[in-house]
């Protein structure tokens, strides 16, 4: 969402057309799930991936369309018959939804400003962001195809806004899961109160991960730069302050210099926080990780030799600190087990082990899963 974002904050300010392009359902096998999106600008850009280069060329074809007429889009792909798609062949074997969204500062400065205000709130959220757009109106002088509103306040006031007045629902309370479509009945009050549907779909944005490395040493460099490729926002903490420079880690987003245990207070530990502890330096590998036992993190990591990390715990024991029996929470040596050996290669295994705790998998090839890899499709309501 980063990312979509700074696109979209892009298009505001230099008042370009743009769409948002949406994945609501999903069939068979896909490269993305509900949810995932993309932003075309009208000048042939694209950010974001929604089938992993299969039809992103066909889609910016609509696009124009949509950018041209001022007509949102819901369009569908069947990858599962190798001519359906212009011949090409693409055979992915799976079937696509897709609600294809008109970004426009100059023309509908209103609904556009909306979906900025409403994505950044998702982005500055430390709990997972519902938020619920309109997919198709019946009465788009009063509510348009496109609008967006805040989750909570849907469910709290029972009233939306739309492109002049508010709006209430005929709508029981319900639960929601990750992304789903289901219609609503909107009422306008007053001398004219007329009732009309709207259909909507809700998706969840979850917070940004954050991850939280102890140590500036040069085996920290390739695990900055996959982490910020994985577009989290990466924390970088030392001891020495001469390791924390832009040189060496150009990519970084907060430096923590700690000189001392109040140090520690500089950082939050708000929302999806991975720690790694890397800093070759005993004593204040075992500050670190008695901070960090208190924390609720994500993921809690310590890279070295078992035999160390269990030295570490054995002298936080002796003053006083307690482990639970089961120590499964705090991974140590970090990483999956696939032979890593070069900086490289470590961090790519350290995150793999990351994502495979964040997402609770178990972290063995695909080719022996069962069933979707991606779990359960969206729900759809009526």
């Not at 420079?245 to 207070?265: A, G, P, Y």
Request: charged residues 25%.
């Amino acid at each position: 969402m980063q990312e979509l974002l700074k696109e979209l904050e892009h298009c505001w300010l230099q008042k370009e057309k743009a769409v948002i392009a949406t994945i609501l359902d999903t069939e068979g096998s896909t490269y993305r799930k509900p949810g995932a999106k993309s932003i075309f600008n009208e000048n042939g850009n694209i950010v974001g991936v929604l089938s992993g280069g299969c039809v992103e060329g066909d889609i910016f074809e609509y696009c124009k369309t949509v950018i041209r007429t001022g007509k949102p889009q819901i369009i569908h792909y069947d990858l599962r018959d190798e001519d359906a798609l212009l011949g090409l062949g693409v055979g992915c074997d799976g079937g696509l939804t897709i609600f294809l969204q008109l970004f426009d500062p100059v023309s509908n400065p209103y609904l556009s400003y909306g979906i900025l205000r409403t994505y950044r709130k998702s982005l500055t959220s430390p709990d997972p962001y519902k938020l619920i757009t309109v997919a198709k109106s019946e009465d788009e002088e009063k509510i348009s195809v496109g609008t967006v509103w805040d989750y909570d306040d849907f469910i709290k006031t029972g009233s939306i806004k739309g492109n002049d007045q508010k709006f209430y629902l005929e709508t029981n309370t319900f639960n929601i899961e990750d992304y789903f479509s289901f219609k609503i009945k909107a009422i306008s009050k007053g001398a004219q109160s007329q009732q009309f549907t709207i259909e909507c779909f809700v998706e969840t944005i979850h917070p940004i991960p954050k991850m939280v490395i102890f140590g500036a040493g040069l085996d920290a460099v390739p695990l900055t730069k996959l982490a910020k490729n994985l577009n989290w926002h990466v924390s970088l903490v030392d001891h020495r302050p001469d390791n924390l420079t832009l040189e060496k880690f150009s990519n970084i987003d907060q430096f923590i210099h700690i000189s001392s245990q109040r140090d520690m207070e500089k950082l939050e530990f708000e929302g999806d926080v991975s720690v790694v502890i890397m800093s070759h330096h005993f004593e204040k590998d075992l500050l670190y990780l008695e901070k960090m036992l208190s924390k609720n993190l994500t993921y809690l990591g310590v890279l070295g030799a078992r035999k160390r990390t269990k030295r570490l715990i054995e002298s936080l024991e002796r003053h006083g600190t307690t482990f639970p029996r089961d120590k499964s929470h705090l991974h140590f040596p970090v990483g999956l087990d696939v032979g890593a050996e070069t900086p490289e290669e470590i961090a790519l295994s350290i995150l793999a082990e990351i994502l495979k705790v964040k997402n609770g998998r178990n972290g063995s090839s695909l080719h022996v899963k069962e069933g979707s890899i991606h779990g359960q499709k969206m729900k759809v309501l009526s």
